[in-house]
């Protein structure tokens, strides 16, 4: 088969395409220039740094095969960096790297690439796609330590038989080890961890530069009582506890948590750790990887950050949006973080969470609010 | 395996020759031959004249071949750096010797970014007025226009820089006539004949340029070496500071051998220039006509082809809408052929052609072209290999040129409800 390898720098990358030229198919590598930056004079250069673009073309060197870089930095801005914005600008924490993957690179690049004459795209993700006997199904990566089908699950159920994860079967320390004995140069490269396009890590920064300071006011929820200020509510996430910098101490000594944030008068609520405990939620922008659900419940199980496990649920759909009943809660949930549901390992689709329950609440996820069930 | 064939093995066609040339093997002999003198040719000893030996025989060679005098032929690095001497060196020291307050630098819109890019500069650092001379459709300067501002501003004008002709759709320059409108008015011009040499005749006692830049990889010469052939008596400060070599304007050592190879590719070139046209210009109309029949709707861009005072011999430029140029080339590399977007860039991202733009093409348009240029080692096998490769590769990248206008027009649908 004719195979685009998305090359990003990284050991897995190269690697993935190593191991799709041993299958003995015919591989072409692409860099993926994703993030125009003033340090560029604002032309595109690849996904993350200069270091990458340059290793992925030394991968492809090595491995004898033709390579290009393939300019996305426009609908990267649009569908990924401004997304990103947004959904800080509204009070929720998203997650670039679904839409990237949603957007970039089982979208844009993907289409490409079927467009030019290629079968499908390899990545150097952790996941597996198996043949199930309706077709493809995605599931979990053999090293549940590495695994990224968390962050796969906004490929669509039709685009996963174009879909290429030859490291999910491998522990990443083999992967390591393989990238060594293949002689590569990215074999010693550590793993990025950051957002790509804030390699500094600094993402309160990043947003306060683009969004601007926004000051508000910290809030106890048991008291009432301002207890603090903040510069942004983009610069505070639901759970963080540390570096509020709360002058007053809490009624009952314990540490608070922020535990909500009001959009409409940028105040962020702080309490107790158990307000944090969420067991159902709403989801949108819904993306089925399997066959969809419908109305009646299901069980699953669901997961809602990228390193957690999945816990126990109930889930269906109703008129374009997911509810989940958590069958054991999960502390600190944001909205616009994405809920993946599984079946065993297999994932069904995923969605943005809109709203949550706490469990101290008597509401129901539409209208649950944790600090208006207090305040009321 | 099938993707070996991409990179090594097979016949390929290398239809880029703008880019870069092959080598001459004569270029490379005299190129080993000098590299067994030891000295350095700044040297006072026996080692150190055998090599300077060299340096100014090739000095003299060019000179020959370009009807100028050995004097004006600096050596430099290659074709970038002998266009940001000419620009700055001459900016500056005609700024300092007229005390210019609100000097202007003239430059066609369409050259090359050695060019473009130190006249940019030279606008945002150190207080140049940039006028960019207009293009036709057919990217020709527009020399009424030149004339017009000489003769409003000339006592302002530090610098002229056109293109001899330029790199990406082969349009040739009126710079005879401009050299001569620029030294009736005593405004330095300077022109890049990168791409001329060897293609068109290159007589400068017939072009009365200040200054000229020349470049060896492109006529078969070696990497990493170049002329500026710039008037002995022009002052011109120097832009990298050092021991003083080639009358104080290019510090650094001489490369004798790099020298000598060029001197030998310059030979070559200007002698073989008459009959390499001849052949050059049949293979630019078979492929053009061969374009044109298996995509009918493609449009050549530049002068027309076969006119030897209009269009570079070997060029052929064509725009093929609804594919962009990236999609092409790779699609064409795939079936065995080298060829070109227009510009190389050094990320590898494509950037809709400032030429095109300036010639009036439209954004679109200007993504969805390709360049092809001959050489001294191309065959009517490397039209037959594009006319047969072209077809499926404009299939293929308009299908994917389609996603692209389609997710733009999405984008635009989306921001105009925002």
């Known amino acids: 088969m004719r195979i685009v390898a998305a090359l990003s720098g990284g050991v897995d990358s190269s690697v993935a395409a190593a191991r799709m030229v041993d299958a003995g198919h015919e591989v072409v590598g692409v860099h993926l220039a994703l993030a125009r930056t003033e340090a560029t004079g604002g032309k595109s250069r690849g996904c993350c740094t200069i270091d990458d673009a340059r290793d992925a073309r030394r991968v492809a060197d090595a491995l004898g095969i033709p390579f290009y870089v393939w300019d996305f930095s426009a609908e990267f801005a649009e569908d990924v960096m401004e997304d990103f914005l947004a959904e800080y600008r509204a009070n929720r924490t998203p997650n670039p790297c679904l839409r990237c993957n949603e957007h970039i690179k089982f979208r844009a690049l993907l289409d490409r690439a079927l467009a030019l004459g290629f079968d499908g795209v390899a990545t150097g993700h952790y996941a597996r796609v198996v043949q199930g006997l309706d077709g493809p199904e995605l599931h979990r990566a053999e090293d549940s330590e590495k695994d990224q089908s968390y962050v796969l699950a906004v490929i669509e159920r039709e685009l996963l038989r174009h879909c290429y994860f030859p490291l999910g079967d491998s522990v990443k320390g083999d992967v390591r080890l393989e990238a060594e004995r293949r002689g590569l140069r990215t074999a010693t490269k550590p793993d990025s961890h950051d957002i790509c396009f804030i390699p500094d890590g600094d993402t309160a920064g990043f947003l306060t530069n683009k969004l601007g300071e926004r000051p508000g006011s910290i809030v106890d929820l048991g008291s009432g009582q301002q207890v603090g200020s903040h510069q942004g509510t983009f610069t505070v996430t639901i759970g963080q506890r540390r570096g509020l910098d709360l002058r007053i101490p809490g009624e009952d000594g314990r540490p608070r948590y922020v535990v909500d944030i009001d959009a409409a008068t940028d105040t962020v609520y702080v309490g107790a750790p158990e307000l944090l405990d969420v067991d159902a939620m709403v989801a949108d922008h819904v993306i089925w990887t399997a066959p969809p659900l419908d109305d009646r419940w299901r069980d699953v199980t669901a997961q809602v950050r990228a390193h957690h496990h999945a816990v126990p649920a109930q889930a269906r759909l109703i008129s374009d949006c997911i509810e989940v009943f958590l069958l054991e809660p999960v502390r600190g949930l944001a909205t616009g973080q994405s809920v993946v549901l599984y079946d065993g390992s297999m994932v069904l689709g995923s969605g943005r969470i809109r709203d949550t329950r706490s469990v101290h609440s008597e509401a129901g996820p539409h209208e649950a609010r944790p600090q208006e069930a207090q305040r009321a | ?418």
């Open chain 2, 1 to 418: 395996m099938a993707s070996q064939q991409w990179d090594d093995g097979g016949r390929r066609s290398f239809i880029d020759h703008a880019a870069t040339t092959p080598m001459l093997p004569e270029a490379r002999q005299a190129w080993l031959e000098a590299t067994e003198i030891a000295g350095n040719p700044s040297s006072l000893h026996a080692a150190g004249r055998a090599a300077r030996r060299i340096v100014e025989e090739a000095r003299e060679s060019i000179a020959d071949d370009l009807s100028t005098r050995p004097s004006a032929v600096v050596f430099t690095s290659g074709g970038t750096e002998s266009d940001n001497l000419a620009v700055k060196g001459l900016f500056w020291a005609r700024r300092a010797r007229l005390g210019l307050v609100d000097p202007v630098v003239a430059a066609s819109a369409i050259e090359h970014h050695a060019v473009l890019d130190p006249v940019e500069w030279l606008g945002k650092h150190e207080g140049a007025d940039v006028e960019w001379i207009p293009v036709d459709a057919l990217g020709r300067v527009d020399s009424a226009w030149l004339d017009e501002r000489l003769t409003d501003a000339a006592e302002r004008m530090a610098l002229v820089t056109v293109m001899w002709a330029n790199n990406e759709v082969g349009t040739i320059q009126p710079v005879r006539d401009i050299a001569i409108a620029c030294r009736e008015f005593g405004v330095p011009f300077h022109t890049d004949a990168v791409q001329a040499l060897g293609h068109v005749p290159v007589n400068l006692s017939q072009v009365p340029a200040t200054a000229v830049t020349i470049s060896g990889h492109k006529v078969g010469g070696p990497f990493g070496i170049g002329a500026l052939i710039i008037d002995p008596h022009e002052s011109v400060v120097p832009v990298s500071h050092g021991g003083g070599q080639e009358r104080d304007i290019r510090s650094g050592t001489f490369d004798a051998p790099a020298a000598a190879a060029f001197a030998v590719a310059v030979r070559h070139a200007v002698h073989a220039q008459t009959s390499r046209a001849e052949h050059l210009r049949e293979l630019q109309a078979e492929l053009a006509n061969g374009i044109v029949s298996v995509v009918p709707d493609a449009i050549i861009n530049g002068g027309a082809i076969g006119d030897g005072d209009q269009r570079l011999p070997g060029n052929v430029h064509v725009s093929i809408p609804g594919a962009e140029g990236d999609s092409l080339l790779m699609l064409l590399d795939a079936a065995g052929i080298d060829c070109s977007t227009g510009s190389a860039c050094t990320a590898g991202i494509p950037e809709p052609s400032h030429v095109l733009l300036a010639m009036g093409v439209d954004e679109r348009t200007a993504r969805s072209s390709l360049r092809f240029s001959f050489g001294r080692t191309s065959t009517p096998d490397d039209v037959a290999a594009v006319v047969a490769a072209l077809p499926g590769a404009v299939d293929r990248a308009r299908r994917a040129g389609s996603i692209s206008s389609d997710r733009f027009r999405e984008a635009r649908a989306a921001a105009g409800e925002a």
